[in-house]
């Protein structure tokens, strides 16, 4: 089990198959072929590893609220898109610990690297964009 900070909340997260079965029931999809398709595109989906992270949340603790409503339980406050690149490390740590295997994970992670350094960049240019008045 891994426990990790998102949006200002501890959340502990563990893997094995209810994650999976979780997961199917809650989006009607299979949750290692989403995160393979998550660590693969070039654009980070923070909601596929915030679901991901769900799933494990699920797993750690059967009173783990339905995913829509977990999701509300975070404090908006403790919410910005800056910290969306921190969050999505956080849950690729769980999801390196408790779901794949560390040699499987080294390639999924030099990808995902990539990735937030790409939503860096894109949030540092919205945020200029913002503070000047151009959204």
Known sequence: ?????IFGRPVRMQGGPFALAAYRREFGRDLMADLVAAYRDDDTDVCAFLQAAWAMA???DDSTSPYAKW???FDAREFTLGDAAETVGVID????AELFR?????RARRRLAGSLGSLAHR?????????????
Do not use: N, Q
């Open 1 to 5: 089990m891994v426990e990790g900070i």
């Open 58 to 60: 699920r797993c750690a």
């Open 71 to 73: 999701l509300r339980e």
């Open 93 to 96: 740590s769980a999801v390196t």
């Open 102 to 106: 560390p040699r499987e994970a080294g």
């Open 123 to 135: 949030l540092d240019a919205l945020s200029l964009r913002v503070l000047r008045g151009r959204h």
